[in-house]
């Protein structure tokens, strides 16, 4: 990184937990009717300074990182917040999930590293700026502020960092728990890069009794709202000490372990148990993403600090229990060895199964072998009962997908089986391409695209691997056949389906931890 000192993100970014001394300087709350600019205070020390040169880190890190899949919405993220060389890899295992979605509120909670705070601290700004430019701050600022134990950038005392200056902001004359804070200001490029339009709500959270917290921030998170909580991991252990450290406290987050939680180490222990609070309140499960450290990323492994990125869902409705998946998994997988072997389909006694299991649907059934496509063939509309179409697609994958060549008995063994049941097609209506892009709901809506003669479908999965909803459409134009942009034309029709979909390894994974 050519426009910042190294030595000074190693001094500022990688030690992010620093110590407060005993007293503190006394500062007093700027007056309510403040409209302000909350300048960046870590450009240049935490992140590029430079606008170009903070875009090509970010996009580094996103490029860098995979899209776990998960079935269910979105709500909230954990990241970690070093300087980038050491989380920003981390981070991008998050933030990679936002590109294409939208939220028209963005809260990130993250902990006060300078601040004798007794609250969480709302910001009094109208804009937060970053070397990308500014982002609106949300009205309800102000409504989280009137409830305990939020409060509008109350009276503490702050202690300004070793690095501030060289921090790329003058000191101002009334100092604020935000002032200095790092841990939501590195993740707002983050969000710039990745959402396109969107409020931000920062809060800096001092000692806070979380579960009040998450009642009081509760009343303000709908459905187009997303959390992130900022904070790394384990401190200044050895490699093999923070590993232990890291694993124990990750597991405390994904089983939404609050008591477990309560004892771990994580400067942001405070937002992380707040979203727990809210997460096991709401149903929202977690997943991890990614978790390393700085040894791992751009430091030595003698003292390390620990990152981690998780992502909280709201499971989606499931019509299906894990004794159904089991069951048309098995019922594909005895379908395929069968084809393979040259013997004939399974047979099966619709009188004896239930009623969703003979209900008219929609199928595909997918095939990989060591994580590569190895066949995928299904009915976009209903053809006949649910476990005939599981049966004649997995054996048309098998043997009848034009793409590949029939599959061959001894890769049976190796190929892994995911199924995915259709909701019926809707037309989607709309007016331009551009209202097209903004009507589509990546890693939720299946697409079928017809131009013309010519149409072809994506299920919901290959958002994972084209995020962006104009690459996402002009893919799917070529496999229709067409030319990459057709789809812009007058006369596209488009029909947006969801699916339950469930592959062999998650079952697998399931069972064991029932």
Not at 94 to 111: F, K, M, Q
Not at 120 to 125: E, I, K, Q, R
Not at 236 to 262: H, P
Not at 266 to 281: D, N
Request: proline residues 7%.
């Amino acid at each position: 990184m050519s426009t910042i000192s190294r030595s000074l993100f190693i001094a500022a970014g990688f030690l992010c937990a620093f110590n407060l001394p005993a007293v503190f300087g006394e500062t007093t709350a700027p007056p309510t009717d403040a409209v302000r600019v909350r300048e960046p205070a870590v450009a240049g020390v935490f992140y590029p300074k430079d606008p170009v040169e903070l875009s090509r880190v970010i996009d580094s890190c996103l490029a860098g990182a995979k899209v776990t899949p998960f079935d269910g919405e979105l709500k909230a993220l954990i990241c970690p917040h070093a300087g980038y060389p050491y989380s920003g890899p981390v981070a991008g295992f998050a933030y990679r999930l936002l590109v294409g979605r939208h939220y028209e509120t963005v809260v990130v909670l993250g902990p006060s590293h300078y601040a004798d705070l007794r609250a969480a601290s709302v910001t009094n700004a109208a804009v937060f700026r970053t070397p990308l430019g500014d982002v609106p701050i949300s009205a309800k600022a102000l409504a989280l502020a009137q409830s305990s134990p939020f409060a509008l950038e109350p009276r503490c005392g702050v202690q300004r960092p070793d690095w501030w200056l060289q921090s790329s902001r003058t000191a101002p004359s009334v100092e604020t728990a935000d002032t200095w804070e790092h841990s939501v200001e590195v993740e707002i490029p983050f969000l710039q890069k990745t959402l396109k339009d969107f409020q931000l709500l920062p809060v800096v959270m001092g000692e806070v009794d979380p579960a009040t917290a998450a009642s009081a921030l509760g009343r303000i998170v709908d459905d187009h709202t997303l959390i992130v909580a900022s904070s790394d991991l384990s401190h200044y252990y050895s490699y093999a000490t923070a590993l232990k450290l890291d694993e124990r406290c990750v597991k405390a987050i994904c089983d939404l372990d609050i008591d477990t939680m309560e004892t771990q180490e994580a400067c942001g222990r405070i937002p992380i148990l707040t979203l727990m609070h809210l997460a096991r309140e709401r149903g929202w499960k977690a997943c991890l993403l990614d978790r390393r450290n700085s040894g791992d990323t751009a430091g030595d492994k003698s003292r390390v600090v620990g990152y981690a990125a998780i992502a909280f869902y709201a499971p989606a409705q499931e019509m299906f229990t894990a004794v159904d998946r089991r069951y048309l998994l098995e019922l594909a997988r005895k379908t395929v060895r069968a084809v393979v072997a040259g013997g004939n389909l399974p047979e099966v006694s619709a009188g004896s199964l239930a009623p969703k299991f003979t209900a008219p649907k929609g199928c595909f059934v997918t095939l990989t072998k060591h994580g590569d496509l190895r066949g995928c063939i299904g009915y976009i509309r209903a053809q006949g009962p649910l476990y005939k179409a599981v049966i004649e697609n997995a054996r048309n994958a098998a043997v009848s997908d034009p793409r590949f060549p029939p599959v061959s008995s001894d890769e049976v063994d190796q190929l892994e089986i995911e199924i995915s049941v259709l909701t019926e097609p809707k037309p989607l209506a709309f007016e331009s391409s551009t209202e097209l892009l903004q009507k589509l709901q990546p890693h939720k809506d299946g697409v079928v695209l017809q131009i013309g003669e010519r149409g072809a479908t994506y299920l919901p999965q290959v958002w994972d691997q084209l995020p962006d909803k104009v690459e996402f459409l002009n893919n799917l134009a070529e496999k229709a056949g067409c030319d990459r942009t057709d789809w812009r034309q007058p006369g596209t029709a488009v029909f947006i389906y969801h699916v339950e979909a469930f592959k062999e390894s998650d079952e697998v994974q399931a069972g064991k931890t029932r």
